[in-house]
């Protein structure tokens, strides 16, 4: 069961390091064509949330304590992250297609904007887990 265990462990974290670092990396720089990245981040985000939802059930079922507190925080953080996403950043993606310059300028201008907010978000996440076994 252990190999189960690890197997899961690694995934989450794998989508859950690509999914932040492409999102703090397209939001620090405008040039970055951030429609690239958005399919491979909501798949990584999917990844993320599904592995997590094994790792409560594996680890924190039933036990609702000071450590799980934090780790909820994190995961709507994360939620929100995705959300944010999906409305500034697929919204704007879609729009791109034939849109003129003037307009592919602004749209990406939200699609920048939209990384940056999931990206802080998102270390919000990442510090929740790396210390809610503190708590």
Partial sequence: MQ????????????????????????????????ERFFRPQMGAAGLAFLTGLLLWYFFHEGAFGSMEKILALGILTALIAAGVQGALVGSASR???????ATQTALRAKMTRGERIAGGLLVITVLCMATAKMF
């Fill in 95 to 101: 729009q791109l297609a034939g849109a003129d310059a």
């Fill in 3 to 34: 190999y189960v265990y690890i197997a899961v462990i690694g995934l989450h974290v794998m989508a859950g390091v690509f999914w932040a670092g492409t999102t703090i990396a397209v939001g620090r720089d405008p040039d970055i064509r951030a």
